[in-house]
């Protein structure tokens, strides 16, 4: 068998990773100019045309490899509902011709699955005839298709990612979700970062101005442009004066988790709020002016201010003990939990399980709503312990189980690596 084409440095390069955090952003300008499923159509030896933002280049083959022959190349997304047929139709394949070309692929991948909004790579030879397909599987793989002959040929490789390990810090001004985007990255390693020291800090109530961040991420790189996020392996968030440090390891079950310097476990069996960012807008208390009723009683949860359709999650593994109206607590679900502890989240606007059913924490249960008693759409929260409501911002769940002795000295290696890393990381202050 020939061995197949390399990737060349062409309009594929540029285009292949787009689709969410993934997809280069040169893939943005192409579909913003081809929408519908259109295509970009490239003469080899001919101006591009087109203004390249970040171009992912991709390892250039040898001299040998490269036609000496002009070929025409053709760079398109997938529109909803199109398939790898319709598009192969538009540029001229018979229907012969394309069911032998789907019929080869098939050992290897089912080219009946291409998602809308992903892109295709196609080259045709001079005659017309297709030369080469390619098409990105997921961010780790993608199909080939080369014809040899009067046959084709299909291939799936996987991208040669380069994965670095890269500080990145910054002070909090408003909320941890800008501190990050102010850096220059991304809005996935904020929501990486909280999920770390989700259990210990309140990203609604207890973040305040002048808390800062440092972590270690590690990032994959391909041919030298950023591509995605690998995980953070060690991060620290400074807030209210206390410092919270983890460091990311395989526990005892096997799985990666987090770890404070002591080997204790981050995770704890109750996340610190059912929502990921926001704020608090009223508190535990047991006298309150209710805003609707215009009478004082007690208030026995916490009310984060979200918009409408914000997703709610289960602060804890249990079983839904109930879901449904209920009075002027609006649309509630209420959760019981191990060991002794309940929580209910009232107001939703709707409902995501039922009665009965068991839910993991993290799980969405339902959605911030303004159903029942209320003046505008947030989370009422509220946790019972040992069937009494007590103040959900100060309760102190048991943690997960911690790095086992007989792992700890390998524990301790890696840490203190990273620590001497991460306490050398310089925090900005922004002026």
């Known amino acids: 068998m020939?061995?197949?084409?390399?990737?060349?440095?062409?309009?594929?390069?540029?285009?292949?990773?787009?689709?969410?955090?993934?997809?280069?952003?040169?893939?943005?300008?192409?579909?913003a100019l081809v929408t519908g499923g259109g295509y970009l159509i490239l003469e080899r030896g001919r101006p591009f045309g087109v203004a390249r933002k970040q171009p992912l280049p991709i390892p250039t083959p040898s001299p040998q490899l490269i036609p000496a022959v002009p070929r025409r190349e053709v760079v398109g997304t997938f529109s909803a509902r199109q398939t790898l047929a319709d598009a192969l139709a538009e540029h001229g394949l018979s229907k012969q011709e394309i069911?032998?070309?789907?019929?080869?692929?098939?050992?290897?991948?089912?080219?009946g699955r291409v998602a809308a909004g992903k892109p295709y790579w196609l080259v045709f030879a001079p005659d017309g005839e297709l030369h080469e397909f390619r098409y990105p599987?997921?961010?780790?793989?993608y199909l080939t298709v080369y014809r040899q002959k009067d046959t084709y040929v299909p291939v799936m490789k996987e991208f040669s990612y380069e994965s670095r390990?890269?500080?990145?810090?910054?002070?909090?001004?408003?909320?941890?979700?800008?501190?990050?985007?102010?850096?220059?990255?991304?809005?996935?390693l904020a929501l990486d970062l909280a999920a770390i020291f989700t259990w210990d800090i309140d990203f609604y109530a207890d973040i305040q101005k002048g808390d800062s961040?440092?972590?270690?991420?590690?990032?994959?790189?391909?041919?030298?442009?950023?591509?995605?996020?690998?995980?953070?392996?060690?991060?620290?968030?400074?807030?209210?004066?206390?410092?919270y440090t983890g460091f990311r390891f395989n526990g005892s079950d096997g799985t990666a988790g987090y770890y404070g310097p002591d080997g204790t476990a981050l995770k704890k069996s109750f996340l610190k709020s059912p929502l990921k960012f926001g704020r608090i807008t009223s508190t535990f208390s047991r006298a309150r002016l209710h805003p609707v009723l215009?009478?004082?009683?007690?208030?026995?949860g916490v009310d984060y201010a979200a918009p409408t359709g914000t997703p709610v999650v289960a602060v804890g593994s249990g079983a839904v003990e109930f879901a449904g109206f209920s009075g002027g607590s609006g649309r509630m679900v209420r959760l019981r939990h191990a060991e002794r502890y309940e929580t209910l989240y009232l107001h939703l606007s709707r409902m995501a399980v039922h009665r009965g059913?068991?839910?993991?924490?993290?799980?969405?249960?339902?959605?911030?709503?303004?159903?029942?008693?209320?003046?505008?759409?947030?989370?009422?929260?509220?946790?019972?312990?040992?069937?009494?409501?007590?103040?959900?911002?100060r309760v102190v769940f048991p943690p997960a189980l911690p790095?086992?002795?007989?792992?700890?000295?390998?524990f301790r290696a890696a840490r203190d690596i990273f620590r001497t890393r991460l306490d050398g990381i310089i925090v900005s202050d922004g002026n």
Do not use: C
């Open 2 to 31: 020939a061995e197949e084409p390399r990737l060349r440095n062409t309009a594929f390069a540029s285009s292949l990773w787009q689709r969410g955090s993934i997809f280069i952003t040169l893939l943005a300008t192409i579909t």
């Open 99 to 111: 069911y032998r070309f789907v019929e080869s692929a098939r050992p290897v991948y089912d080219l």
């Open 137 to 141: 599987v997921d961010d780790k793989r």
């Open 165 to 188: 390990v890269e500080p990145v810090s910054g002070a909090i001004d408003n909320s941890l979700f800008m501190a990050v985007k102010d850096t220059g990255e991304q809005e996935q």
């Open 213 to 243: 961040f440092r972590m270690l991420v590690e990032k994959e790189y391909l041919d030298g442009r950023f591509v995605k996020y690998g995980p953070i392996l060690a991060a620290n968030i400074t807030n209210q004066g206390k410092a």
């Open 294 to 300: 215009k009478i004082v009683r007690p208030h026995l």
């Open 357 to 393: 059913e068991r839910v993991a924490q993290g799980d969405v249960i339902g959605y911030v709503g303004s159903s029942g008693l209320a003046t505008g759409p947030h989370l009422d929260f509220r946790v019972l312990e040992r069937g009494q409501y007590v103040n959900p911002t």
């Open 403 to 410: 790095i086992p002795p007989e792992r700890f000295s390998e």
